[in-house]
């Protein structure tokens, strides 16, 4: 099942902090978080694994919350580089069941001077 | 250096003609993999290879075939193209399965089918 992600759009200004949601219906393993500017690649910015702890690194982090099925990224005192769309990719619920990744639909954030 | 590279960077053709994409990383990674982005960016896996072999075979028309010579090249050839085809199609690689290990895309093949 295709994980739904939340919202589909923000405007911030800089500076500004945002939260974008990715919500399964389904168990989960791993949660990865890609970021990808318009008319470049996505890029990878982190993966977190079912038991392991909250990642981030800059001004970046996530949450993994295994219970609710769902991962939380968090940006915070945004920046115009971070401008892009967000995709998160879901893969579950077994270590021995890697083999795909589920992609959400995006968020498209765009950071404001 | 390029870590994961892809040609073209734009193809644009008529329907009903048949175009390869290539795709070389130098990542030393086990596992590439076809991805394709419509205009709505939604990106669907197409294909996954680990070490040549195909892993990942998603339900898209026979007329697209893989191809891995090797586990650093992944190719892409489609037949018969038609006007859906139209997308962004990424090539990626990652060391490990998908679900476990982080991705590199490369830049990207922008396919125009008039």
């Known amino acids: 099942q295709q994980p739904v992600q939340s919202p589909q759009a923000v405007i911030l200004r800089e500076g500004e902090d945002a939260v974008i949601n990715c919500s399964s219906s389904k168990a989960l393993y791993s949660v990865h978080w890609y970021r990808q500017k318009h008319g470049e690649a996505p890029v990878f910015l982190m993966i977190l694994l079912k038991g392991g702890e909250q990642k981030g690194h800059e001004k970046i982090s996530a949450s993994f919350n295994e219970k609710k099925q769902q991962s939380s990224l968090y940006l915070t005192a945004s920046q115009l580089s971070y401008s892009g769309t967000y995709f998160c990719?879901?893969?579950?619920?077994?270590?021995?069941?890697?083999?795909?990744?589920?992609w959400g639909l995006g968020t498209s954030l765009a950071v404001n001077p | 250096d390029t870590a994961v590279s892809q040609t073209p960077k734009y193809l644009v053709t008529q329907m009903g003609n048949d175009k390869s994409i290539k795709c070389e990383q130098n990542?030393?990674?086990?596992?590439m993999y076809w991805y394709k982005q419509d205009s709505k960016k939604f990106l669907k896996i197409m294909f996954s290879y680990n070490n040549k072999e195909l892993i990942i075979n998603e339900t898209v028309p026979n007329r697209f075939s893989p191809k891995s010579p090797d586990k650093a090249h992944l190719n892409l050839h489609i037949n018969s193209l038609e006007l859906g085809d139209s997308a962004v199609y990424f090539c990626a690689s990652s060391q490990r399965l998908q679900g476990i290990s982080e991705q590199y895309f490369g830049p990207g093949t922008r396919l125009t089918v008039t």
């Open positions: 990542l030393g990674h086990d596992t």
């Open positions: 990719g879901t893969s579950g619920g077994y270590a021995g069941n890697n083999r795909k990744l589920i």
